[in-house]
Structures are given as C-alpha cells and as structure tokens.
C-alpha cells in the first residue's frame, strides 16, 4: 500500500488523539462525540423548526438527550462489531477495543444501555414517535449499516438514512406527526450525508479496502462514478435546500444563503468530478463540513 506522506496526515491525527490513554477520552471514542454533536445539532434544529413561538426547554433537552444516547448506543454497538476488522486500519487500529483498552463485554453492555435508556427516555418524557425513530436509528445503524459495509456500496445510502433521523426526531418532539417539515429536515441530511461520506470513501479508499469494506462501486477504478454521484446528490441537496423557503418557513434572507452555500457545494463537487483526486475529494470533504452548520443556522435564525 503506497502512500505518501500528505495521504496519512488525517488517519495518523487521528491514532495520536485515539491513542491517548484514560477512561473519559476512550468513552470520547467509543460514543463518537464528535458524531453525537452533530446529533445534538440536528435534533435542536429540528425541534426549532417545527416550533411555533417559545421553544419548550425542558422537552428540548428531553429530545436532545435522548436522542444522543440512541446515536452513542449506535457508535458503541457498530465497534464492538467490527472490532476486529478495526485493527486492519490504520485510522481505527488505535480505538479503546482493537487496542485492548476496554474489553469487549463493557462495551457491548454500555452500547445497549445507552440504547434501551435512551429509547425509554423519549417515551417517558417526549412521545413515543420520537422513540420509534431513535430505536429505527439504532437498528438501521447496527443491523444494516454495518454488516453492508463489507457487502455492497450500498451500505453508504443505508448508513446515511440512520444518520438523516435525528433532526426528524427534534421535529416529532413538537408535531408528532412526519409532516412535510420533517421530510425536509431529513432530506437535506440525507442528501448532505452522500457527497460528505463518498469523499471520505474517495480519500481513504486503500485503508477501507485493505479492511474488506466496500465503500466504493467495485467496478469504479478511476472514481468517474463516485465523483458523479457526489454531485447527482450535491443537485439533490440544492433542491431540496430550497424548499423551506418556497414552503415559506424561511424567508428572502435564506434564499440568498442557501443559495451561496449551494453554489460553494457544487463548485466542489464539480472540481472532484473534473480532477478524481485524493486533494479535490478533501475540498468536497471540508465545504461539506462547513455548509451543513451554515445552511441549519440559516434556517433556525430566519425562521419566518
């Protein structure tokens, strides 16, 4: 496997900070904090939408609570699994399990703690819709997801579906109900998901394969249909980041937002399309990171 030096900057980052000893930074890790952000963001900013004047606190951190715990549940349960396959790469063998930190058996007993407390969370303190969704979040995540990845590249699209739900679940917490407002929240995520994950893929596609995962087509030698599907998706994206203004949840001040992040999302994905190369795939990878939290404040904060 023959990498140069710039190709192992982020996976060799990423073994220092996982290779630090302690119990805090392992459950860091294992629960994928940086992931539950995410879930933390999305879940508010679902509840935001489908609130109509004051925000209810208490059922908001209710949400958010229980909601995060699904998501960890999901994190803990997918590295127990593939614990073993996680010692084949060089951006996971440092992990608290492939690297023997924590045992097994604690992190199997800790992921479905965290699922079974939050899931009864949501039904006690919010609804039970909400937690359908977080327990649907977990199964898809763990039952499908993750045995996929080493099947098809499919495993992509299905992984993405788990990681739409949590803005949905904000959204039920207020209207019980999946409305139009809710399949927006969940289609911008999915489809946000797509060019941010097939990046990744792109970057690390040696590390994943090495590892017998497929997440990439087989057939795609050159990345001509990773890079196409990035902006069939990244097309996808823009359309459906447009709907909350022609719904008339936001207003002239989100078109005009949305519209420039949209126009930055698809530069990239065309230059990925146009070069396949590891540093165009990085400059997808990055926009994305930076256009999601964007695109959610704008929709929160110009709320109409």
Request: aromatic residues 10%; positive net charge; contains cysteine.
């Amino acid at each position: 496997m023959n990498r140069n030096t710039s190709e192992l900057t982020i996976p060799l980052e990423v073994a220092r900070e996982e290779a630090e000893p302690g119990i805090w930074s392992d459950l860091m890790v294992l629960t994928k904090a940086r992931l539950s952000l995410l879930v933390i963001i999305t879940t508010f900013v679902g509840f935001c939408a489908a609130t109509d004047g004051r925000l209810d606190w208490l059922l908001l951190m209710n949400a958010v609570l229980g909601t995060t715990l699904a998501a960890g549940s999901a994190a803990v349960l997918n590295q127990f699994i593939e614990c073993n396959v996680d010692r084949l790469m060089e951006r996971t063998r440092y992990r608290p399990l492939p690297a023997g930190r924590v045992k097994p058996s604690h992190a199997l007993a800790l992921g479905i703690v965290m699922g079974v407390v939050g899931v009864a969370w949501l039904v006690v303190t919010v609804n039970s819709l909400s937690a359908l969704l977080a327990a649907a979040t977990i199964l898809i995540y763990i039952a499908a997801y993750t045995p996929l990845k080493r099947r098809t590249a499919l495993c992509t699209i299905v992984g993405a579906i788990s990681g739409a739900i949590p803005p949905v679940i904000g959204w039920v917490a207020v209207k019980p109900s999946l409305s139009l407002g809710a399949w927006v929240l969940f289609g911008i995520l999915f489809t946000w998901q797509m060019p941010h994950f097939l990046a990744i893929a792109w970057m690390y596609r040696d590390d994943y394969a090495g590892a017998g995962f497929v997440m990439l087509r087989r057939d795609d030698v050159t990345g001509s249909k990773t890079a196409m599907d990035s902006l069939l998706y990244t097309f996808a994206l823009i359309v459906i980041t447009l709907i909350p203004y022609h719904m008339g949840m936001n207003g002239d001040i989100y078109l005009g937002g949305a519209l420039l992040l949209d126009g930055v999302m698809l530069l990239f994905a065309v230059q990925f399309l146009i070069e396949r190369e590891r540093a165009s795939a990085r400059r997808l990878f990055f926009a994305s990171i930076l256009f999601l939290p964007l695109i959610l404040g704008l929709m929160v904060f110009t709320k109409a």
